[in-house]
């Protein structure tokens, strides 16, 4: 709607998924939650399975523009739109997501992490539609965290989005992943800071280490929200931020 408005839409022809039934629904079984692409991000912070298990998202869907964007926008279009400002793509990224994608010649299930090739272009062939989005469990003693910078608490798109999701195991950071938006063409991993985490200790996390290895995860640029010397910076403060919080738990 944004793009049509501008009149910057090719299209003058639209589809309404919204009554699929096939494309509704939060499921729960023993191993994920999954969502059908056409969750609200009212959906998730209504459902006390995503509370329990995924609170990273419960925070991205509060994030996301207000509560008239939060009761009409599903997290499928969210992914489908291939914002690297978006809320949610940090968080499904730090908790290793996958994608069932449908068409007429069957269903494939990928990982979320590639499925975004590169500014705007997707693994999502023409006649194909993000039908659920499928989650896996944290299982364990586990950290999450959630942070979005912008200008303002609603309707501000991220200039900084960083979602972390780690699991301890005697003291020791046994898996790691962090999501970042709006520093990269794509919602991105930081591959290289998480090397540095995975397998620390709590007591002894290597912060800094960790804080300048971001930058080779990160191509922040300079646009109408932010530049990319503040972005860059920003992403390491809430890293820094994060690790302590993780460090303390
Ligand atoms: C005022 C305003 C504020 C906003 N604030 C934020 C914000 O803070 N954070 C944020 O992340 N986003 C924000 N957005 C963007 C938008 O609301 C979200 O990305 C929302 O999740 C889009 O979902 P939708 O169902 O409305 O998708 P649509 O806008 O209907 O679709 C978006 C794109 O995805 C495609 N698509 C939708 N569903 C599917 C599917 N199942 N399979 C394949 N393709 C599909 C559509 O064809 C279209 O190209 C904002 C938008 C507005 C207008």
């Known amino acids: 709607m944004v793009v049509f408005n501008a009149g910057r839409s090719p299209f003058d022809r639209f589809l309404d998924l919204s009554r699929l039934s096939e494309l509704q629904g939060i499921e729960e079984d023993a191993t994920h939650v999954s969502f059908g692409a056409l969750t609200t991000f009212r959906d998730m912070e209504d459902c006390p399975a995503v509370h329990r298990h995924l609170p990273n998202l419960v925070k991205s869907a509060r994030a996301t523009g207000a509560l008239a964007i939060q009761n009409r926008g599903t997290l499928g279009g969210n992914i489908a739109n291939a914002s690297p400002a978006a809320d949610t793509p940090p968080s499904l990224l730090a908790y290793g997501a996958e994608l069932e994608l449908v068409s007429s010649r069957g269903r494939r299930r990928v990982a979320y992490e590639g499925f975004h090739r590169g500014y705007k272009q997707m693994d999502l062939a023409p006649d ?56 990269a063409p794509v919602p ?36 109408i929200r932010s530049t990319a010397q503040y972005r860059a910076r920003v992403a390491q403060n809430v890293l820094r931020q994060m690790l302590g919080e993780l460090a303390a738990v």
């Open 188 to 223: 991105a991993r930081a591959r290289h800071a998480e090397a540095i985490i995975q397998g620390a200790a709590l007591r002894a996390l290597p912060v800094e280490a960790a804080c300048t290895e971001l930058l080779k995860d990160i191509s922040p640029i300079d646009d």
């Open 128 to 183: 194909e539609l993000v039908a659920r989005i499928l989650v896996p469990k944290p299982q364990g003693l586990g950290f999450h965290f959630f942070r979005k910078v912008g200008t303002r608490q609603a309707q501000a798109i991220s200039k900084v989005c960083l979602a972390a999701y780690a699991r301890i195991e005697a003291g020791v950071v046994a898996e790691f992943r962090v999501g970042l938006g709006s520093v």
